[in-house]
T-cell receptor, first 109, second 116 residues
Framework: DAKTTQPNSMESNEEEPVHLPCNHS???????IHWYRQLPSQGPEYVIH???SNVNNRMASLAIAEDRKSSTLILHRATLRDAAVYYC??????????FGGGTRLMVKP | EAGVAQSPRYKIIEKRQSVAFWCNPI?????LYWYQQILGQGPKLLIQ????????DSQLPKDRFSAERLKGVDSTLKIQPAKLEDSAVYLC??????????????FGPGTRLTVL
């Protein structure tokens, strides 16, 4: 299975942008990059996904490297409610997600 | 739109006992997933159903775990007998379509199982 590597934890100040990195050097050509986040005591929730081009939605932006071996989730203005574990996952043609350990984002007021 | 429902939310059992978890996916969603999430780790897929058929169960410990999705709607996951290492949160998720590269998964709140 294709794997992802993320820092265990990151810290941000409220109202500042946050860049969460992810390495996926063994990604295959048909794998989509999906990001989910998990708030305490909840199931994961979808954030954003992409294949090759950068993507924006109301929650975040996704920047994908040209060689697709890495990506960065960008939260433009972190709020306290964004404190969560963020998972970078690869979605294969069978729509099966392989989760790594994720990055625990802490947001300071 | 109602989300994915799971019950119970919490369960405590002794080792070697049996336990069952129930999941009701979002209405109309073809695909249903069960994940196991051990404390401090990301979720691990146990089984994927499309309608009432199994797509993948390669990571399901079949000597003690079983799952079914009768009529292609709700699903149950059973553990019999439970071991200490089965203590985890069991997450159910659903997605609208079947196997395709893009298909957002919607997760339920999970069932936290503690095996003593």
């Amino acid at each position: 299975d294709a794997k992802t590597t993320q820092p265990n934890s990151m810290e941000s100040n409220e109202e500042e942008p946050v860049h969460l990195p992810c390495n996926h050097s063994t990604i295959s050509g048909t794998d989509y990059i999906h990001w989910y986040r998990q708030l305490p005591s909840q199931g994961p929730e979808y954030v954003i996904h992409g294949l090759t081009s950068n993507v924006n939605n109301r929650m975040a932006s996704l920047a994908i490297a040209e060689d697709r071996k890495s990506s960065t989730l960008i939260l433009h203005r972190a709020t306290l409610r964004d404190a969560a574990v963020y998972y970078c996952t690869l979605n294969n043609a069978g729509n099966m997600l392989t989760f790594g350990g994720g990055t625990r984002l802490m947001v300071k007021p | 739109e109602a989300g994915v429902a799971q019950s119970p939310r919490y369960k405590i059992i002794e080792k070697r006992q049996s336990v069952a978890f129930w999941c009701n996916p979002i209405s109309g969603h073809a695909t249903l997933y069960w994940y196991q999430q051990i404390l401090g780790q990301g979720p691990k897929l146990l089984i994927q159903f499309q309608n009432n058929g199994v797509v993948d169960d390669s990571q399901l410990p079949k000597d003690r775990f079983s799952a079914e999705r009768l009529k292609g709607v709700d699903s149950t996951l059973k553990i019999q007998p439970a071991k200490l290492e089965d203590s985890a949160v069991y997450l159910c998720a659903s997605s609208l379509y079947g196997a395709s590269s893009y298909n957002e998964q919607f997760f339920g709140p999970g069932t936290r199982l503690t095996v003593l």
